[in-house]
């Protein structure tokens, strides 16, 4: 069996991890239903692991609905006690109203830029950032956004959970060099 070297935060004992390593993180995203689900789950990162989050994703998609954004901004209160009592999610009532609240204003974002790929990749000029990931946990770049986010009024989104967003959708490509992964523009 051949070594492949990756990013050491991957827990090479989780597939579901490796896979996510190897196939998502990283690689630049420009799909607007794809993006909304990242950062929803990425706000439910908030004081854990990203591991934990992406080890419940497919709860998560089953419990939010596919992550049908129009259904997500109508949930009620019934639909917050039974996002409450699911245990295969996290169940944070101030998480569960941010990811609602949040859906809202994605759309409005939307809406003003024309898509939320237009609005997140016109921070650097539709460019990628490179930086190995052990570089920091926020940048000028995630400050920016997380601040922009926060005076349109999203909540759970610091600059520590916006540079992991933007590490996830790559605009941050942050595979060490050694990585599998690790690619330049040179190279791309």
Request: hydrophobic content about 35%; aromatic content about 12%.
């Amino acid at each position: 069996m051949v070594y492949k070297h990756r990013c050491s935060w991957v827990n090479l004992s989780n597939k579901n991890y490796i896979r996510y390593h190897d196939e998502e993180w990283g690689k630049p995203l420009h799909d607007d239903k794809k993006l909304y689900e990242l950062l929803i789950l990425e706000s439910f990162q908030a004081g854990l692991s990203w591991e934990c989050i992406l080890n419940k994703r497919e709860n998560f998609r089953a419990a939010f609905d596919g992550f049908d954004i129009d259904k997500v901004i109508a949930y009620d209160e019934a639909k917050k006690k039974e996002l409450l009592s699911n245990v295969g999610i996290i169940r944070n009532r101030r998480k569960i109203d941010a990811a609602i609240k949040n859906s809202g204003i994605y759309k409005a974002i939307q809406k003003e830029f024309g898509s939320f790929d237009t609005y997140i990749w016109s921070f650097t000029g539709g460019k990628v950032v490179y930086e190995d990931f052990t570089v920091r946990t926020t940048s000028p770049l995630s400050d920016k956004i997380s601040k922009d986010l926060t005076k349109r009024g999203m909540t759970f989104v610091g600059s520590i959970i916006i540079y992991s967003f933007l590490q996830a959708i790559g605009v941050i490509n942050a595979h060490s060099k050694d990585c599998i992964c690790y690619q330049t523009e040179d190279v791309m």
